[in-house]
């Protein structure tokens, strides 16, 4: 960091969920598969998803208003709109700029970008150089994800992982020594189809291996994914320890996306560390891209888990495929 550079951290953060759950138990009656299956392999025993008529960028609303509202300011104090989102409601508009009008946040600019899984992590270091350099004050970031709409439900493969969720931080000016500290971003296109997710072209290989009729949902190499995420997250934190100088003792909670447990705790044993402290919060919302960050920060600033001064490791990976990690030192 450059030490002139304007510290930059979370000011506020908030998380929305659709009301429709979805159990295992659900997915039993639709597909061959079993609850016990399900959370051996997964984790995850529950999902929220959205009714047909609801549009996820209500989610990305609703996560926003919390967001401005516990950083004690309004929507008109944003000057800045930034959503991570692989799966939008609509390509243009942008689900950014859906946001920005609902909410009233008449003095942002906005934009919408996509590194899959990791955008969230992406994001914060977006918005902490335009904090940082003094351009914008304050910058809302938001994970916002309909993966249900984009799902294959008769793929047990790859439906019993995806949810909806939206989560969302404001970041702005906090004290020296506190906020983002240090980041690591990385991509690896070589491996660039172990996730796909058409959109307005569909390659052969693509078509060939999606099973059933639509073909324009999302497809995992699952062994693949596991494999690097695992390696992504031991990489990500290894990475941020050595620029920082800072030990694993030194940090107080790792909050990884929300992908698989085993992943998690694969991650966790090869570090030497508790599963403890690497937050998990997958079994009752299962996976929500982007989003999976940004709502297990809420869950745990709500629980009063996080107290000023913790080292906090954020961690995406996924989609490109892409990995991207912040060392943050809890402000609030």
Not at 67 to 81: H, N, V
Not at 110 to 132: H, K, P, R, V, W
Request: aromatic residues 8%; glycine residues 10%; hydrophobic residues 40%.
């Amino acid at each position: 960091m450059i030490d002139n550079l304007i510290p930059a951290g979370i000011l506020g953060v908030g998380s929305c969920l659709p009301d429709t759950n979805l159990t295992n138990f659900d997915l039993e009656k639709m597909i061959e598969t079993s609850d016990e299956w399900i959370v051996r392999r997964t984790g995850i025993s529950s999902r929220k998803v959205l009714k047909k008529d609801e549009p996820a960028y209500k989610l990305g609303i609703g996560a926003s208003i919390n967001a401005i509202k516990d950083a004690g300011l309004t929507p008109e104090d944003i000057d800045l709109i930034i959503v991570s989102t692989n799966s939008p409601d609509y390509l243009v508009p942008t689900t950014a700029c859906l946001i920005q009008k609902e909410i009233g946040a008449v003095n942002a600019a906005a934009f919408d970008f996509n590194a899959a899984c990791s955008g969230f992590a992406y994001g914060l270091n977006l918005a902490q150089q335009y904090i940082s350099t003094g351009y914008y004050k304050h910058v809302l970031v938001v994970g916002c994800e309909g993966l249900s709409r984009v799902t294959d439900w008769e793929d047990r493969k790859t439906c019993i992982l995806f949810a909806d969720g939206a989560g969302a931080v404001v970041m702005g000016q906090v004290e020296k020594g506190y906020g983002v500290i240090e980041s690591v971003l990385g991509a690896d296109a070589t491996l660039s189809d172990y996730a796909t997710l058409p959109c307005n072209f569909i390659a052969p290989e693509d078509i060939e291996c999606r099973e059933h009729e639509n073909k324009r949902v999302l497809w995992l190499n699952g062994t693949g994914i596991m494999k690097f995420g695992i390696k992504a997250i031991v990489k990500s934190i290894n990475d941020l320890l050595e620029k920082t100088g800072k030990s694993l003792d030194e940090i107080s909670y790792i909050i990884p996306h929300q992908a698989n447990i085993r992943i998690m705790d694969d991650a966790a044993k090869i570090l030497g560390i508790s599963k403890d402290k690497m937050f998990a919060n997958i079994a009752e919302n299962g996976n929500c891209s982007s989003a999976t960050i940004p709502i297990a920060l809420d869950a745990m600033y709500k629980r009063g888990l996080l107290a000023k001064g913790d080292n906090i490791i954020m961690i995406g990976f996924g989609g490109g495929l892409t990995w991207a990690a912040a060392l943050v030192k809890w402000s609030k």
